[in-house]
């Protein structure tokens, strides 16, 4: 059973920039899926980034902004969102899955870190 924990939420600034970090309480597989997901008041939850051993894949959105990656020694998924928009308010999950991200199957999650971008 893998665990996850979110850190890095913060109130900024349009045009800020913050590092999401998610610490895994497992080895982070090269191969499998990691992912970012981010869910806003009264919408639906979306993928925002995903990487696998084949993939790397960002919501078209965020592309050029945002970028996800790996720290294998520490266990640790990043996201480093730059240029940050009021439309990236939200809450911010990272994901785990025991395959590749084509499966769209995500079986760990963790409990969010909020981001709020004001104007």
């Known amino acids: 059973q893998m665990q996850l924990a979110e850190s890095g939420g913060d109130s900024v600034q349009a045009g800020g920039s913050l590092r999401l970090s998610c610490v895994t309480s497992?080895?982070?597989?090269?191969?499998?899926?990691m992912g970012w997901f981010r869910q806003a008041p009264g919408k639906e939850r979306e993928e925002i980034a995903v990487i696998d051993a084949d993939i790397t894949r960002y919501r078209d959105s965020v592309k050029g902004r945002f970028v996800i990656f790996k720290d294998y020694r520490k266990k640790i998924l990043y996201l480093q969102m730059n240029g940050l928009k009021s439309d990236d308010t939200a809450m911010y999950f990272c994901a785990a899955s025991r395959t590749y991200c084509a499966s769209g199957q995500f079986d760990y999650w963790g409990q969010g870190t909020q981001v709020t971008v004001s104007l």
């Open positions: 497992g080895d982070i597989y090269t191969k499998f899926c």
